[in-house]
């Protein structure tokens, strides 16, 4: 399975920029899918995820409200949309897919496949 994230940049803090992740996978429905962010020196840290119906989605409080993820299952896309973005939001952006049970949706180590990252640079 491979993971294509595409989308960062550099913006101005209030920007918001949109992230795109098109999985090369046959079974791509039978995935949930997620984002998790970066910073250097850190772990990679849950953002965001949505179930492989659609129909549910998680997010991290520090985005909430924020971030938005989507899917586009007909087309194999997997997006996040970020408005109001901040300074703290610079980050190596990753997608990733998880198919474990939903209480490790949140959980990095329960990804069972990973993009290679999108670097998102805030500016204040």
């Known amino acids: 399975v491979q993971l294509q994230a595409s989308g960062g940049g550099l913006v101005q803090a209030g920007d918001s920029l949109r992230l795109s992740c098109a999985p090369s996978?046959?079974?791509?429905?039978?995935?949930?899918m997620g984002w998790f962010r970066q910073t250097s020196g850190d772990e990679r840290v849950f953002v965001a995820a949505?179930?492989?119906?659609?129909?549910?989605?998680y997010y991290s409080d520090s985005v909430k409200g924020r971030f938005t993820i989507s899917r586009d299952n007909a087309n194999n896309m997997v997006y996040l949309q970020m408005n109001s973005l901040q300074p703290e939001d610079t980050a190596v952006y990753y997608c990733?897919?998880?198919?474990?049970?939903?209480?490790?949706?949140?959980?990095?180590?329960?990804?069972?496949?990973w993009g290679q990252g999108t670097l998102v640079t805030v500016s204040s």
């Open positions: 949505i179930r492989r119906s659609g129909g549910f989605t």
């Open positions: 990733a897919a998880h198919r474990g049970i939903l209480s490790t949706i949140r959980s990095g180590t329960a990804y069972a496949y």
């Open positions: 996978v046959r079974t791509y429905n039978n995935y949930d």
